[in-house]
């Protein structure tokens, strides 16, 4: 976990993750517009408090060389904190525990219908 607080993030890559994992961001507070970009993507939001994001890694490594996620976050005027959650393989290792595999989404029967759906 990473705490965040009335910084400007520069474009980066979040290099340390795995292809399986989620690396989410939230950010709360009273300020005003505040933009996550993904610049790989060329791609610019709106990060308003309350505003929860996931990154997915395999589609970092899959499309554009691995810069589509390459994000950051410019300055915005108020109180901002931006929470970035994310896991470690290392950390793992050291605690001698079983690396986990992808993710899963727990709404199973939602991709099942959109797929039933489909054909």
Excluded at 51 to 76: D, F, I, P
């Amino acid at each position: 976990l990473s705490i965040i607080s009335n910084w400007e993030t520069l474009e980066h890559q979040d290099c340390l993750s795995k292809a399986e994992w989620y690396d989410i961001l939230a950010s709360v507070g009273d300020y005003n517009e505040a933009i996550l970009e993904l610049t790989g993507a060329g791609f610019c939001f709106k990060f308003d408090s309350g505003t929860t994001t996931m990154e997915k890694r395999h589609l970092q490594n899959a499309l554009s060389n691995g810069k589509l996620l390459n994000h950051g976050v410019l300055s915005c005027s108020g109180e901002r904190i931006c929470f970035a959650y994310y896991m470690r393989e290392y950390i793992h290792t050291m605690c001698r525990m079983e690396t986990p595999g992808w993710s899963v989404p727990s709404h199973n029967h939602v991709i099942q219908l959109w797929m039933w759906n489909s054909s």
